[in-house]
T-cell receptor, first 114, second 115 residues
């Protein structure tokens, strides 16, 4: 069965600094897709970034980038120039092309200190 | 226009009652999901429907019964509510996540409190 692990329940970063959130996953599928979602206090789930497993190039989206290490099954999220609005719960997600299942890790609560 | 809408947003009910949560998406997506987020914020998949057909049913008590009258709607009915059912329930929808630059869109969640 596929699993997603986020080993950091909480993280803290100073405003304007850089922080990296960790995510590892386990799968036997070859066709899969990885996501980072953000959940602010409003509860709304917002897509931050997406990575196709068949692409070697790491995805980037403005201040957000990933470090995708396929062999190690690692998918970390780097947030540069952190802003107060980045404070939220971050979920790492996995979607398997064969299982059609979108699952998430346990989440990392990110605090941004002014 | 709200892409994925859930009603109600909050629901407080007594143990033993039966309740329903409704979900509608106006994105034309084929796939819809229900997730349960507990007090520790764990987001666990419960069900997934594709074109009105159940494709994923994750070890959920049979008190929970999803119903999809058409591909734009996926409702969740819960019988004989228990204290442990208290959580936030999220509906989501997506097109085929393997195609193009797609993502799953989530509703705003329904906070269910069983007393």
């Amino acid at each position: 069965a596929q699993t997603v692990t986020q080993s950091q329940p909480e993280m803290s970063v100073q405003e304007a600094e850089t922080v990296t959130l960790s995510c590892t996953y386990d799968t036997s599928e070859s066709d899969y897709y990885l996501f980072w979602y953000k959940q602010p206090p409003s509860r709304q789930m917002i897509l931050v970034i997406r990575q196709e497993a068949y692409k070697q190039q790491n995805a980037t989206e403005n201040r957000f980038s990933v470090n995708f290490q396929k062999a190690a099954k690692s998918f970390s999220l780097k947030i540069s120039d952190s802003q107060l609005g980045d404070a939220a719960m971050y979920f790492c997600g996995y979607y398997g092309g064969a299982t059609n299942k979108l699952i998430f890790g346990t989440g990392t609560l990110l605090a941004v200190q002014p | 226009d709200t892409a994925v809408s859930q009603t109600p947003k909050y629901l407080v009910t007594q143990m033993g009652n039966d309740k329903s949560i409704k979900c509608e998406q106006n994105l034309g997506h084929d796939t819809m999901y229900w997730y349960k987020q507990d007090s520790k914020k764990f987001l666990k998949i419960m069900f997934s429907y594709n074109n009105k057909e159940l494709i994923i049913n994750e070890t959920v008590p049979n008190r929970f019964s999803p119903k999809s009258p058409d591909k734009a709607h996926l409702n969740l009915h819960i019988n004989s509510l228990e204290l442990g059912d208290s959580a936030v329930y999220f509906c989501a929808s997506s097109q085929d996540l393997t195609g193009g630059n797609t993502e799953a869109f989530f509703g705003q969640g329904t906070r269910l409190t069983v007393v």
